[in-house]
């Protein structure tokens, strides 16, 4: 089974509706991520959080929010989700202390593709 | 904040060649970290090889290594004997201890391999 999985895979809703992207992960990781991408412009962050009580604004989290349920799950919502984000989703999660190979590095989930029309 | 920079939105190289991808990096952190992930047509985000800034060596994982040049701030991925299977998005990043080990990506290179 996959360490970080994502549901759902894809998504096409309305403009103005209200969507929830799901992450969990099995790693044991305390630090969870999550980023957009779009086409050209890389992986951009939007929200992270260091354990359930600790959650931090990325670089575009205008329109988003999040909720960390338990170590495990961080979940993503659009309350009013609009055209422009239409993107791929990312889930990642890294080990606080550094333990795994190359120290921060950041284990993805497979992604989910947001349509919005 | 950290910048990425990649500059070869698309390369070619023929099967069973060598392949070098460019990444220049600037980051305010004394010490950090180099990783180059690969994104098939599938969309995945796989890991694949870090570099510290502090590592005297060169990363090698199988056919990927890395060309370090702290000085020039270039962590280059250079793959080996190329597959078919190598065709992807390449994304070079770095994360900030300032921002919670943000990733900073760069905007990737595509590569296809030619049979």
């Known amino acids: 089974d996959a360490d970080v999985t994502q549901t759902p895979r894809n998504r096409i809703t309305k403009t103005g509706k209200r969507i929830m992207l799901e992450c969990s992960q099995t790693?044991?990781?305390?630090?969870m991520y999550w980023y957009r991408q779009d086409p050209g412009l890389g992986l951009r962050l939007i929200y992270y959080?260091?354990?359930?009580?600790?959650?931090n604004k990325g670089e575009i989290s205008d329109g988003y929010s999040v909720s960390r349920q338990a170590q495990a799950k961080f979940s993503l919502s659009l309350e009013s989700a609009i055209p422009n984000q239409t993107a791929l989703y990312f889930c990642?999660?890294?080990?606080?202390?550094?333990?795994?190979?190359?120290?921060?590095?950041?284990?993805f989930g497979p992604g989910t593709r947001l349509t919005v029309l | 904040a950290q910048k990425i920079t990649q500059t070869q939105p698309g390369m070619f190289v023929q099967e069973k060649e060598a392949v070098t991808l460019d990444c220049t990096y600037d980051?305010?952190?004394?010490?950090?970290?180099l990783f180059w992930y690969k994104q098939p047509s599938s969309g995945e985000m796989i890991f694949l090889i870090y570099?510290?800034?502090?590592?005297?060596q060169n990363a090698t994982e199988g056919r990927y290594s890395l060309n370090f040049q702290k000085a020039r701030k270039s962590a280059n991925l250079v793959i080996s004997a190329s597959q078919l299977g190598d065709s992807a998005m390449y994304f070079c990043?770095?994360?900030?201890?300032?921002?919670?080990?943000?990733?900073?990506f760069g905007t990737g290179t595509s590569l296809t391999v030619i049979p």
């Open positions: 959080s260091f354990d359930v009580k600790d959650i």
């Open positions: 990642a999660t890294s080990d606080l202390l550094g333990r795994g190979q190359g120290g921060d590095t950041q284990y």
């Open positions: 980051t305010s952190d004394q010490s950090y970290g």
């Open positions: 790693k044991g990781h305390d630090r």
């Open positions: 990043a770095t994360p900030s201890r300032i921002t919670g080990n943000q990733f900073y």
């Open positions: 570099q510290g800034s502090y590592d005297e």
